[in-house]
């Protein structure tokens, strides 16, 4: 039969055994909390690395970047307007391009003329500093007839067209680079033959 004094000997040996290795559970009250992982801290620094991009790009200096992405925009928007209107009415349309500015024109008559009422169509003149370069791909389509195209007395007058939107739903394949003398970036918008749209930007230098 066991002793008293040999039952506390074994409650302290228990108690020492406990003091050893402590309870891995958090006292009542207090939470625990653990660090970030490896993975959690990549996230966080790309994540700051875009904003840190963006803002060197917005607030840098260089504003004509920012406006050249919103003339970008506005004729990738402008010429897919002008690609349902050309399909729904069945006119041939068609963009004159100069170095900084465009115009969308419409054929009537046998001639292709501008549209100066139609306030979102009519002839635009970049913001100043910028300016847009234009590469065609393939022939022209002939939509005149061969007598009125070379007519050489009118030839001054006329808008020539350099890209043309017709009511098939093709579109001359082009590519439109806006750009700035004071800016190290260019935005490429590109069209294919069917009327697909992309742009993109390049940084020069």
């Not at 635009?124 to 022209?140: D, K, T």
């Amino acid at each position: 039969m066991p002793r008293a004094g040999d039952a506390d000997s074994v409650v302290c040996s228990r108690q020492r055994r406990l003091s050893d290795h402590p309870a891995q559970a958090s006292p009542p009250g207090i939470s625990s909390c653990r660090g970030f992982t490896l993975l959690e801290l990549m996230v966080v620094l790309v994540l700051i690395g875009i904003i840190f991009s963006f803002a060197v790009l917005s607030l840098g200096g260089d504003k004509l970047a920012e406006t050249m992405e919103q003339e970008t925009r506005r004729l990738v928007t402008l010429i897919g307007m002008a690609a349902d209107e050309a399909v729904m009415r069945g006119e041939e349309l068609a963009i004159h391009f100069t170095d900084d500015s465009y115009a969308f024109l419409v054929l009537r008559a046998g001639d292709w003329q501008p549209d100066e009422n139609d306030r979102l169509f009519k002839t635009y003149s970049l913001p100043a500093g910028l300016y847009v370069q234009l590469e065609v791909e393939g022939e022209p389509p002939l939509l005149l007839e061969p007598e009125e195209e070379d007519e050489e007395d009118e030839e001054e007058e006329r808008l020539i067209p350099q890209v043309y939107i017709l009511s098939s739903g093709e579109m001359t394949a082009f590519t439109a680079t806006f750009g700035a003398d004071q800016s190290r970036y260019r935005y490429h918008l590109s069209a294919s033959l069917l009327g697909e749209l992309e742009w993109e930007v390049e940084e020069t230098f």
